[in-house]
T-cell receptor, first 112, second 110 residues
Framework: KAGVTQTPRYLIKTRGQQVTLSCSPISGHRSVSWYQQTPGQGLQFLFEYFSETQRNKGNFPGRFSGRQFSNSRSEMNVSTLELGDSALYLC???????????FGSGTQLSVL | GIQVEQSPPDLILQEGANSTLRCNFSDSVNNLQWFHQNPWGQLINLFYIPSGTKQNGRLSATTVATERYSLLYISSSQTTDSGVYFCAAISSGSARQLTFGSGTQLTVLP
């Protein structure tokens, strides 16, 4: 079974731009969640999608948004990028049992 | 929300040594997991262990839910064990949001 796939692996953007990150979960997994990892704040929960509906949301501004498609693939969008948005963005999927979380390799975003 | 604290923050070992990493959580949990993040950033799920004890090769984990802590044991450590170990939990009373601890940075020297 293929793991969680995230694209792209690296991104460089400038302040004010917007960015879209993609995540394909493990086949059969309908829950996809997103996390931001920075050296200062650690791993922080952004949001979770299940069957195309946002089920849970962390404490991030509205510039961070996401969506999930009928095939469970998910995208995350950040608008009006700020320097502080530079981080590793990790996507994870969870199976029906609601137990283990499996992570992708992440997208390293640098905002200049 | 739930607080997850890990100790120690840093650990340096000689190859072959054993170690114990601790995770304390502030609320009852229905989901607790241990992860290893390798130097390339990949998070690998080690254990799903909301209670009890599990073993996988040189690694084992124990969660004492009533006392709100979990332990990860690494025996006969190898250089490939280096990286950051995270504990993460979902509180029984809250939404399905995994809260991570700040991690333990493990360095295994040859």
């Amino acid at each position: 079974k293929a793991g969680v796939t995230q694209t792209p692996r690296y991104l460089i953007k400038t302040r004010g731009q917007q960015v879209t990150l993609s995540c394909s979960p493990i086949s059969g997994h309908r829950s996809v969640s997103w996390y931001q990892q920075t050296p200062g704040q650690g791993l922080q929960f952004l949001f979770e999608y299940f069957s195309e509906t946002q089920r849970n949301k962390g404490n991030f501004p509205g510039r961070f948004s996401g969506r999930q498609f009928s095939n469970s693939r998910s995208e995350m969008n950040v608008s009006t990028l700020e320097l502080g948005d530079s981080a590793l963005y990790l996507c994870a999927s969870m199976g029906q049992g609601g137990e283990k979380l499996f992570f992708g390799s992440g997208t390293q975003l640098s905002v200049l | 929300g739930i607080q997850v604290e890990q100790s120690p923050p840093d650990l340096i070992l000689q190859e072959g040594a054993n170690s114990t990493l601790r995770c304390n959580f502030s609320d009852s949990v229905n989901n607790l997991q241990w992860f290893h993040q390798n130097p390339w950033g990949q998070l690998i799920n080690l254990f799903y262990i909301p209670s009890g004890t599990k073993q996988n090769g040189r690694l084992s984990a124990t969660t004492v839910a009533t006392e709100r802590y979990s332990l990860l044991y690494i025996s006969s450590s190898q250089t490939t064990d280096s990286g950051v170990y995270f504990c993460a939990a979902i509180s029984s009373g809250s939404a399905r949001q995994l809260t991570f601890g700040s991690g333990t940075q493990l360095t295994v020297l040859p």
